[in-house]
């Protein structure tokens, strides 16, 4: 699977129905569908969500936010900063590297990401060279977010 390659997914009812075949769809998943259909009703051609394809079958997925930097509390200097949310790959095509080439995808943007990590994948995201953050009762909301840092940016400092 060396020739994969990370797609913009459409917004449109294959999608929606691609999106039923994951392991997590279920009360967490409604979100990630609600987000889908909303964007279908309005139509909007610039879809956060992305995906690669084995043949004509959706096996990994994520959503990819940009959020402004004048939300952002988390990265110092303030910034545009991505929020990632909901990756996940089939299980059939785990550790095949799919994962790591949708975070390597993030990435290529070279902006901060902020992951809320799903039980039982902080290894996956420590390998990823993410890092929690300190954790701010107001911020975080009982949430424990994972950051990635590129070159040049920190944490803010919580004091």
Do not use: C
């Amino acid at each position: 699977m060396e020739n994969v390659k990370v797609e913009r997914l459409l917004i449109n009812y294959k999608t929606l129905e691609e999106f039923k075949l994951f392991k997590e769809y279920g009360i967490q998943e409604l979100s990630m569908l609600e987000d889908l259909q909303s964007n279908m009703i309005e139509n909007d051609s610039e879809s956060p969500f992305y995906g690669i394809y084995y043949g004509n079958s959706l096996v990994a997925r994520m959503s990819l936010y940009t959020i402004s930097k004048k939300y952002d509390q988390y990265f110092e200097p303030p910034q545009d900063y991505l929020e990632l949310w909901k990756l996940e790959v089939l299980y059939d095509y785990r550790g095949k590297g799919l994962g790591k080439k949708l975070v390597d995808f993030a990435k290529s943007y070279n902006l901060p990401i902020k992951t809320n990590p799903r039980i039982n994948s902080h290894g996956f995201w420590e390998k990823m060279n993410f890092q929690k953050v300190h954790y701010d009762v107001e911020r975080d909301l009982g949430e424990n977010p994972l950051i990635w840092l590129p070159e040049g940016v920190e944490e803010q400092d919580r004091n």
